[in-house]
T-cell receptor
Framework: GAVVSQHPSRVICKSGTSVKIECRSL??????MFWYRQFPKQSLMLMAT?????????EQGVEKDKFLINHASLTLSTLTVTSAHPEDSSFYIC????????????FGPGTRLTVT | GQNIDQPTEMTATEGAIVQINCTYQ??????LFWYQQHAGEAPTFLSY??LDGLEEKGRFSSFLSRSKGYSYLLLKELQMKDSASYLC??????????WGAGTKLIIKP
């Protein structure tokens, strides 16, 4: 089956610093990747959709200058949380979609971000 | 608008059967997914229904009625490891998954 990895799995950073999270599709080419955020006991919230080689499409209310997304290759997308604040502490999950199977998203294991 | 309605929490006994219901409203429809999510982990795929009817896969079955905007997930022979949140996620006309808060299922011995 299709495998998606995320790195790091957990990260703790100080307020005001930036953190980069990587999402990789290991055995397929992902033309589309999705970034989600999930707060405790809440639903997954789609932050943005990124297509390889083009700018990401951000959902309403998500600051594109704060959450920088780069999808430079067919197997890698990165999310950079800039000038992180404690309220950015959350579980960040990426998913990837193959052009061959438009109906299915393959999820990464998630990244737990804690901003102190 | 788009919305998902599922019970917040359900409790069932080990070895029993439980049905988790989901009603939805979406802009267009391209099928409905059920995911399982254990605490602190990402969702894992359980089932996908695009046509009306029942899809069976081992201990888990999923049902869809498109005209009623209704689906359910049926879990049989419950095991303690089935304690998790179950997410109903229809796919809209833009192939985006619409997420609700999910149903937290608690299994008791």
């Amino acid at each position: 089956g299709a495998v998606v990895s995320q790195h790091p799995s957990r990260v703790i950073c100080k307020s005001g610093t930036s953190v980069k999270i990587e999402c990789r599709s290991l055995d397929f080419q992902a033309t589309t990747m999705f970034w989600y955020r999930q707060f405790p006991k809440q639903s997954l919230m789609l932050m943005a959709t990124s297509n390889e080689g083009s700018k990401a499409t951000y959902e309403q209310g998500v600051e594109k200058d704060k959450f920088l997304i780069n999808h430079a290759s067919l197997t890698l997308s990165t999310l950079t949380v800039t000038s992180a604040h404690p309220e950015d502490s959350s579980f960040y999950i990426c998913s990837a979609r193959s052009p061959r199977q438009i109906y299915e998203q393959y999820f990464g294991p998630g990244t737990r971000l804690t901003v102190t | 608008g788009q919305n998902i309605d599922q019970p917040t929490e359900m409790t069932a006994t080990e070895g029993a059967i439980v049905q988790i219901n989901c009603t939805y409203q979406t802009s267009g429809f391209n099928g409905l997914f059920w995911y399982q999510q254990h605490a602190g982990e990402a969702p894992t795929f359980l089932s996908y229904n695009v046509l009306d009817g029942l899809e069976e896969k081992g201990r888990f079955s999923s049902f869809l009625s498109r005209s009623k905007g209704y689906s359910y997930l049926l879990l049989k022979e419950l095991q303690m490891k089935d304690s998790a949140s179950y997410l109903c996620a229809p796919m809209d006309s833009n192939y985006q998954l619409i997420w609700g808060a999910g149903t937290k299922l608690i299994i008791k011995p």
